[in-house]
């Protein structure tokens, strides 16, 4: 029901930035909170940040705190995830996905995208 398409991603050397895009289509889009995950090869996913479309409240995971910016644009239906600083353990395949509560795992959230890749070189 309800489609994410991330983009932005690419291969940016370390200490450098990049800005993710997730666009979100679908009838349901605007009571479900938007987060990003990351997988890196072999690894379990993480989750990075949340945003809430309705009001915006944002939360982000300890080890991104200060390097990265959720935000919503609820006219574009569009969430960002800015990132700062990147480091190489930064590198992992990004994801949006979409739930009914910021507070969820990777296993509550209901929709997501196909991922856009970041590599981050040293």
């Known amino acids: 029901q309800v489609q994410l398409v991330e983009s932005g991603g690419g291969l940016v050397q370390a200490g450098g930035s990049l800005r993710l895009s997730c666009a979100a289509s679908?009838?349901?889009?605007?009571?479900?909170?938007m987060a990003w995950f990351r997988q890196a090869p072999g690894k379990e996913r993480e989750r990075v940040s949340c945003t809430s479309a309705s009001d915006g409240v944002t939360y982000s995971e300890n080890s991104v705190q200060g390097r990265v910016t959720i935000s919503n644009d609820r006219a574009k239906n569009t969430v960002y995830l800015q990132m700062s600083t990147l480091l190489p353990d930064d590198t992992a395949v990004y994801y949006c996905a979409a739930t009914i509560w910021c507070g969820l795992g990777a296993a509550g959230y209901d929709y997501w995208g196909r991922g856009t890749p970041v590599t981050v070189s040293s």
């Open positions: 679908g009838r349901t889009f605007s009571r479900y909170v």
